[in-house]
């Protein structure tokens, strides 16, 4: 059965710090690996990474995955209270002939102070 | 404006009921997706479909039932046969069939 564990489960720090969230995963059939910033309801995507050792950037975010280690690591640099919401780390692979899936970790809820 | 819609935002319904929640999209993608999140819990996948007049369990499609007539519009229902059918139901879609990149705001349905 596929897996994708985030951690840590929930986090509070202070605006201006920066947070580094883990998502570790055991998939058959690995494709991508994303980035999902839940805050009130709907999921907005955020990074999809393919390959190891290439850094996605937006903004103050920045996402990298180690296919060989089988995780990846989202850092947010000069937190901001905006930035809180709950950030969802999912696996895509592949189901069965050409069908795909995605499974979702269980989340890391950020809580920014300002 | 494109995007994906759900109705209703909110949804009550006594047990036993059969309840179906609506998903609508124009966004012209060929993939669709619903999930169910509970509280503390991942987003969990109940059916997709890569084409119109085609769909797939899955990792909790008991309970539940889907159609896809359009491509538009990928409803879901819940029937009476799934043992706990509180939740928030996402739906989403993708331009194809490989990732799900675009969610629909939600539905909350509370079984009374």
């Known amino acids: 059965e596929d897996k994708v564990v985030q951690s840590p489960l929930s986090l509070v720090v202070h605006e201006g710090d920066t947070v580094t969230l883990n998502c570790s995963y055991e998939?058959?059939?690995?494709?991508?690996l994303l980035w999902y910033k839940q805050e009130k309801k709907a999921p907005t995507f955020l990074f999809m990474l393919?390959?190891?050792?290439i850094e996605k950037k937006s903004g103050r975010l920045s996402s990298i995955l180690d296919k060989k280690e089988l995780f990846s690591i989202l850092n947010i640099t000069a937190t901001q209270t905006g930035d809180s919401a709950v950030y969802l780390c999912?696996?895509?692979?592949?189901?069965?002939?050409?069908?795909?899936?995605?499974?979702f970790g269980k989340g890391t809820l950020l809580t920014v102070n300002p | 404006d494109g995007g994906i819609t759900q109705s209703p935002k909110y949804l009550f319904r006594k047990e036993g009921q059969n309840v179906t929640l609506s998903c609508e999209q124009n966004?012209?993608?060929?993939?669709m997706y619903w999930y169910r999140q509970d509280p503390g819990q991942g987003l969990r996948l109940i059916y997709y479909?890569?084409?119109?007049?085609?769909?797939q369990k899955g990792d909790i499609a008991e309970g539940y039932s889907v159609s896809r007539e359009k491509k538009e519009s990928f409803p879901l229902t819940v029937t009476s046969a799934q043992k706990n059918p509180t939740a928030f139901y996402l739906c989403?879609?993708?331009?194809?069939?490989?990732?799900?990149?675009?969610f629909g705001p939600g539905t909350r349905l509370t079984v009374l």
């Open positions: 989403a879609s993708s331009a194809d069939r490989h990732v799900a990149q675009y």
């Open positions: 998939v058959t059939n690995f494709r991508s």
């Open positions: 393919t390959s190891s050792g």
């Open positions: 999912a696996v895509e692979s592949r189901s069965g002939g050409s069908n795909y899936k995605l499974t």
């Open positions: 966004l012209n993608h060929d993939a």
């Open positions: 479909s890569q084409i119109v007049n085609d769909f």
